[in-house]
């Protein structure tokens, strides 16, 4: 494997992560332009209405151009795998950025319908960019908002998207990871998941969600039944992460 490939360190990008993370935090964006600049790549490269030519162009800007924040490629498989194990007519994600792991929940479950929360405006209008270029924008809807504004999300999601009692088959959890916690425990309380629905948490190790781990692990066999997947967070396979693959069992 080439070595900037696996050792992040090497790359330029990789280290304006490092120096952007507070207007990740507040914009939901590096700050340089690059998932701009990733939609550019993805409408002018990728064969219009096929996924996997559009989720290969985006990791091959991950890889080549400049490092994105997506789940990528390695823990991509993970969560394919989880999506179709439960094969859900409607899944929630939480944090868009470029519409990619919409994109892959998308492809593994066809006849699903996806909703994804998204905090910036910019990534909601970058992301419907690429779900239209992929032919999928029919079936993936980004509501901008976040689960913490007081209901106004939640309430919009019920009242306009059909969300209700047992009706959440696929939650994916990729947003603030502070928040990780407290917006499962809102959606456990308006009572949507149900016995079987599975939450899929991404950077549960880095950046790291200790709150939400500990939580699970608590609740193992009574709550929530958890699988700790070991993996690299993406596009490198230097650095450690996990992602957390829970199937609800009920209150
Ligand atoms: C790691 S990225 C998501 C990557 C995406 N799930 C993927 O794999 O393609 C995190 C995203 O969550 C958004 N975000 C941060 N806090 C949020 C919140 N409280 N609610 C919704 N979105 C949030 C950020 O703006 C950013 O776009």
């Known amino acids: 494997m080439d070595l900037k490939k696996r050792l992040p360190f090497l790359r330029w990008s990789f280290l304006r992560i490092a120096t952007g993370a507070r207007n990740i935090v507040t914009t ?3 700050g340089d332009g690059r998932e701009a600049a990733a939609v550019e790549y993805v409408l002018a490269n990728a064969r219009p209405g096929d996924v996997d030519d559009v989720l290969a162009r985006i990791d091959e800007f991950a890889y080549e151009k400049s490092l994105l924040i997506n789940i990528g490629d390695e823990k991509g498989l993970l969560l394919d795998a989880a999506v179709r194990r439960v094969d859900p007519a409607l899944a ?92 499962l425990h809102a959606i456990l309380d308006r009572g949507w998941l149900h016995p079987g629905s599975v939450v899929v948490a991404d950077n549960v190790k880095l950046p790291g969600a200790p709150r939400y781990r500990e939580y699970m692990q608590a609740q193992q066999g009574a709550r929530w039944d958890t699988v700790e997947h070991k993996t690299h967070v993406e596009y490198q396979s230097l650095l450690h992460d996990l992602v957390l693959e829970s199937t609800y069992l009920g209150s």
Do not use: M
């Open 92 to 183: 929630l994600e939480l944090g868009t950025y470029c519409g990619y792991s919409a994109l892959r929940i998308a492809r593994a479950a066809p006849a699903a319908r996806i909703y994804s929360i998204e905090l910036a405006e910019a990534n909601a209008a970058n992301a419907r960019q690429i779900w239209e270029h992929a032919g999928v924008a029919d079936r993936i809807t980004c509501v901008v908002g976040t689960i913490g504004d007081g209901g106004r999300t939640l309430d919009a999601l019920t009242a306009r998207h059909g969300f209700g009692a047992g009706a959440l088959d696929f939650l994916f959890i990729d947003h603030d990871k502070d928040a990780y916690l407290p917006d």
């Open 28 to 30: 939901g964006q590096i």
